[in-house]
């Protein structure tokens, strides 16, 4: 069974940066693609990014495309999410996800196993 942690939400001011961590376990973590996601509230839970089993390829919601880089370490079963010049929409729970596959993945329906989630706020 895979099991994603996910750290590093909080409160910031817009403009600001944080960075997420998904620790992974239960499967060969170098093997499969990663993803974040995130749910605002009384909106449906969106794709953010994704990157490919070796790192060398990765994909981002428009929205977030050139300001958030989705990165890994191999060595240490973790994903990372790095997100700058937040604002205020920013706003959501974010998900780690580990798909079935190996490349990039986007669609939710790709996805067998999710975090629990982290809050992060951005305040104007």
């Known amino acids: 069974q895979v099991q994603l942690v996910e750290s590093g939400g909080g409160l910031v001011q817009a403009g600001g940066s944080l960075r997420l961590s998904c620790a992974a376990s239960?499967?060969?973590?170098?093997?499969?693609?990663m993803g974040w996601f995130r749910q605002a509230p009384g909106k449906e839970r969106e794709f953010v990014a994704t990157?490919?089993?070796?790192?060398?390829?990765?994909d981002y919601a428009d929205s977030v495309k050139g300001r958030f880089t989705i990165s890994r370490d191999d060595a240490k079963n973790t994903v990372y999410l790095q997100m700058n010049r937040l604002k205020p929409e920013d706003t959501a729970v974010y998900y780690c996800?580990?798909?079935?596959?190996?490349?990039?993945?986007?669609?939710?329906?790709?996805?067998?196993?999710w975090g629990q989630g982290t809050q992060v706020t951005v305040s104007s």
């Open positions: 996800a580990a798909p079935r596959g190996t490349y990039l993945a986007v669609e939710r329906w790709e996805y067998d196993y």
């Open positions: 239960g499967r060969t973590f170098s093997s499969y693609a």
């Open positions: 990157i490919s089993w070796n790192g060398g390829s990765t």
